[in-house]
């Protein structure tokens, strides 16, 4: 296994992200059967979905509080690009919408959590800090 990527087999994305009211996207970047990278980018700020040949970009709508988001990556990959998924090599967030460990739902995974805990993430998942012109997303 490329110790570089996820590696994740399992085709299916589930989040849960509070709504901060900010700005707000995930890509997810898959392989398929034809050996080619492919990226999913949802946002919260993009009102058309578009699709070339190696990124699909979509909107993305958030209720008031949290929502839970389940992407079915294969369905995404056969019907962008009428190929079929074999695995999940990266996924992107940006701005992280969650950063107080302590006030993640219980259905957080550990792994998350516990590398929030500690202020580090690792390498294969990746925190994208806004740009300077989003302002800030925390919010005290």
């Not at 294969?74 to 950063?99: H, K, M, W």
Request: proline letters at 7%; charged letters at 25%; one cysteine or more.
């Amino acid at each position: 296994m490329d110790l570089s990527t996820l590696g994740i087999k399992l085709p299916f994305l589930v989040m849960i992200i509070k709504n901060l009211k900010k700005y707000f996207t995930f890509e997810v970047q898959v392989l398929d059967d034809k050996n080619v990278k492919r990226r999913f980018r949802a946002s919260n700020y993009q009102s058309t979905t578009r699709v070339k040949p190696f990124i699909c970009t979509m909107p993305m709508r958030l209720d008031d509080g949290w929502n839970q988001i389940q992407f079915n990556l294969s369905d995404f990959t056969r019907r962008a690009y009428g190929t079929n998924y074999i695995e999940t090599l990266r996924v992107q967030v940006t701005p992280l919408p969650i950063l107080d460990p302590c006030k993640l739902p219980h259905s957080t995974s550990l792994f998350l959590r516990e590398a929030l805990l500690r202020g580090r993430t690792p390498r294969r998942v990746q925190v994208v800090s806004p740009r300077p012109e989003q302002g800030s997303f925390l919010t005290h």
